[in-house]
């Protein structure tokens, strides 16, 4: 019951946001890999970023905001103990978690609405949808975020710290 709320929620935030679209579009992804690359070593947490940008076709800058905005709703969701074992496995984070874009109104009051009907972590993720949308993200690319940045944190920090991670963006 807590994954079919989840999903309703977050499919009515998708399609809220694209209701409202954020004023530019997904850009396409990079034809060539050394343009992306480049600019996902400037990046905060450059192997974070340049792993998002493959997995998901994303720009760098959409893959700081993906990044930033999924490791804040896990910050929320995780006792500061476990949180410090992601943040210890990721480069940068406080760069990621700035680069996050800021929440607007309408889905903080969804977060919070979800939150109190005991959905716990679903009301941060319907939130996280609606903020990734502001970066133009495609409903089927932010669908694949959460387990890419899973993967990647998994790979950089061990099973025990991605567990933690999905757990909290579940």
């Known amino acids: ?26 850009a396409p992804a990079a034809t060539t890999a050394a343009p992306a690359d480049a600019a996902a070593d400037k990046a905060a947490s450059p192997d974070v970023v ?45 760069a990621l978690l700035k680069a996050a874009p800021a929440p607007d109104a309408k889905s903080s009051a969804i977060s ?3 939150g109190a009907a005991g959905a716990g972590g679903a009301g941060g993720m319907v939130a996280a949808a609606s903020t990734l949308s502001k970066l133009g993200l495609k409903p089927e690319t932010i669908a694949k975020a959460a387990p890419a940045l899973v993967k990647i944190v998994q790979g950089k920090g061990g099973a ?3 567990n933690l991670l999905a757990a909290a963006l579940k």
């Open 160 to 162: 025990e710290v991605g």
């Open 50 to 94: 340049g792993q998002l940008v493959k997995d998901l076709g994303i720009t760098p800058k959409q893959a700081e905001g993906t990044a930033g905005t999924l490791f804040g709703v896990a910050k929320g969701a995780m006792k500061a103990e476990d949180f410090g074992k992601v943040a210890a496995a990721v480069p940068e984070m406080d």
């Open 112 to 114: 919070m609405v979800t």
């Open 1 to 26: 019951m807590r994954s079919f709320l989840f999903v309703l929620t977050l499919s009515a935030a998708v399609a809220s946001a694209q209701t409202n679209p954020a004023p530019t579009g997904q």
